[in-house]
């Protein structure tokens, strides 16, 4: 009798441990919701997988292994500008290669520019989810607070640099930060570059996009 009692109250209290974890972890993501980063912290924490943060103490290269972190992060950098025409020259030779014709004067006069305004603008702004910095250390929560003074600025950088045709060079800094993709770590091709960019930049690749997006529908383009 007494052990029967025991189990009944022992599955009770296991029962409503679980429960409570289970709705506490629902609301947590519901309050993340719209958040990619903290999401998957939560899932990563629900399945005990804890994040590791890699880094390259050695690297391999043709002819000898790099233990100096500058020359490292030089190798790096060059093999990850360098990466792109490498795999590009495998696919031709590999007889893959995709041929796009495009008659230039379907072109002619097809692209109408029509400047941005600051509504266009701070609906981008706040469609862009990662509140992460960037490199020149500006988040979306920081930009936010004085956005009513910065937007009409950015409208008109945006909108100079479009009818220019031309993007400051200062503007195009960006951090890369090797991620571990797994496999030996000391191996470059087991890690991939993500770009930290200036929040200036993300504001103007999605307003050229858009851009963009509207010249097949005012040109003859086939």
């Not at 629900?46 to 880094?55: A, L, P, R, T, Y």
């Not at 920081?142 to 956005?147: E, H, K, L, R």
Request: charged share 25%; hydrophobic share 35%; net charge positive.
């Amino acid at each position: 009798m007494i052990l029967n009692e025991f189990e009944e109250l022992r599955n009770y209290v296991n029962n409503s441990k679980r429960n409570a974890k289970n709705e506490y972890y629902i609301n947590r993501l519901k309050i993340k919701e719209g958040n990619i980063k903290d999401t998957w912290g939560i899932v990563r924490e629900v399945i005990g997988c804890e994040k590791k943060d890699m880094c390259i103490t050695n690297l391999k290269t043709s002819n000898r292994i790099i233990h100096d972190k500058l020359e490292i992060a030089n190798y790096m950098g060059d093999y990850f500008s360098n990466i792109g025409s490498v795999i590009q020259n495998e696919v031709s030779r590999g007889g893959c290669a995709v041929n796009i014709n495009v008659n230039p004067t379907s072109m002619q006069n097809g692209f109408e520019f029509v400047p941005c305004n600051v509504e266009e603008v701070e609906k981008i702004v706040c469609s862009l989810k990662s509140n992460s910095s960037g490199v020149d250390g500006l988040n979306l929560k920081a930009f936010n607070y004085v956005s009513v003074y910065l937007l009409p600025v950015l409208v008109h950088l945006i909108n100079l640099s479009m009818v220019k045709g031309h993007f400051p060079s200062e503007l195009k800094r960006s951090k890369i930060i090797p991620l571990h993709k797994g496999g030996d770590p000391s191996e470059p091709c087991n890690w991939r570059p993500i770009s930290v960019v200036l929040q200036f930049m993300k504001d103007l690749k999605k307003m050229l996009l858009q851009t963009s997006l509207s010249v097949p529908q005012k040109s003859d383009m086939q």
